[in-house]
């Protein structure tokens, strides 16, 4: 039987409109979910291909564990709106816990205006109260204004772009390499270094790596455009592990998804960019755009890298527990949370 949570009486206007509640969707409520959502979020993949990515994502073990796509239904059955619920490991402070990240909130276009995506969002935190996740998660591409009503707040969080250095300069004896799967242990503990140091910030075990990992290299398989290059690549110093860099290549632009480094050394993150730089300019790129984590940019003087506070993606939060303290999070490097993290 799917989890089946109902809110009676929270949701009602007036004794006309039925009860509603959240259930784990169907298969066929997800087939039409996608389809109809496919327009908004499939990023240039056909309606088949972005079917497939899904499917396969759904099959892994970490979202067998720890994600769903949840329906907010009337009494008829009617889907009224959705959303996908994702609970990963984040650092808070000095607690590690799981959260509830809210992501792909999508309302039918003959529903839109009527609330239904707000008491959805209302019913899924009360959900995450009563699993006592102490914190609720989302990264918005709609601006702020909704989501503050349903008291989550910004985190400051920034963008960086540029246009590369003719000479990247990196040290001899610095190399990168394609990743393979033995070098999954290594890349987590650098995202770790990192992680730790950041007073929020997601975790990953084995399971959510492979299930990123799928979800990007995948997504670029099947979206097979011959202008994109997706590298995931391991930084060797001599023979040893010096980090990891996660990019895109094309479209005149050198998109760095993420990067890490032993010990979490923006000094080392600094160097890899440099390698990679490289690279990129070798493939007739110039511009730059990412997500550098703090400090990186203070280490590259030369590049002129110019920040701004984001406009897309905005990480935003709302306390579940009285007793989580989230003061600490009031500047742009308070919160690591990398590009390959946006649910």
């Not at 009224?80 to 402070?93: A, D």
């Not at 914190?135 to 960086?160: C, H, K, M, N, W």
């Not at 997601?202 to 997504?219: G, K, Q, V």
């Not at 930084?235 to 005149?252: D, S």
Request: aromatic share 8%.
């Amino acid at each position: 039987m799917p989890e089946r949570v109902t809110l009676a009486g929270v949701i009602r206007r007036d004794p006309s409109i039925p009860m509603a509640s959240l259930t784990v969707a169907r298969d066929d409520q997800l087939d039409s979910i996608y389809r109809e959502s496919h327009a908004l979020w499939g990023s240039g993949l056909l309606i088949e291909d972005y079917l497939g990515l899904w499917r396969e994502l759904t099959d892994t073990e970490w979202a067998r564990r720890h994600a769903g796509m949840y329906v907010w239904c009337d009494e008829a059955g009617t889907v009224l709106s959705s959303v996908k619920l994702y609970r990963p490991e984040l650092r808070v402070g000095d607690r590690v816990c799981r959260a509830t990240v809210i992501g792909a909130l999508f309302t039918p276009s003959a529903l839109r205006g009527c609330g239904h995506a707000s008491r959805l969002v209302e019913a899924a935190l009360a959900h995450a109260r009563e699993r006592g996740d102490p914190l609720a998660l989302l990264f918005s591409d709609i601006g702020t204004d909704f989501y503050v009503r349903l008291g989550f707040r910004a985190l400051p969080a920034e963008e960086q772009w540029g246009v590369l250095p003719t000479d990247p300069r990196p040290p001899a004896g610095w190399s990168l390499r394609p990743k393979v799967a033995s070098d999954l242990a290594a890349m987590s503990r650098a995202h770790l270094d990192l992680a730790t140091s950041r007073p929020l910030a997601m975790i990953r075990d084995t399971h959510h790596w492979t299930f990123l990992d799928i979800r990007s290299s995948r997504f670029f398989e099947r979206l097979n455009d011959r202008r994109l290059t997706y590298r995931q690549q391991v930084v060797l110093c001599g023979r040893e592990f010096a980090g990891y860099l996660i990019t895109v290549e094309g479209r005149g632009e050198w998109n760095v998804r993420e990067l890490g480094a032993v010990e979490g050394s923006p000094e080392t993150m600094a160097t890899i960019l440099r390698l990679g730089a490289r690279q990129a300019q070798a493939a007739g790129l110039r511009g730059f755009y990412g997500w550098l984590p703090p400090g990186v940019a203070d280490h590259l003087p030369d590049w002129g890298i110019r920040r701004r506070r984001r406009r897309r993606a905005v990480p935003m939060v709302r306390e579940l527990d009285e007793g989580l303290d989230l003061s600490g999070l009031a500047t742009a490097d308070a919160a690591y949370l990398a590009f390959q993290d946006q649910f």
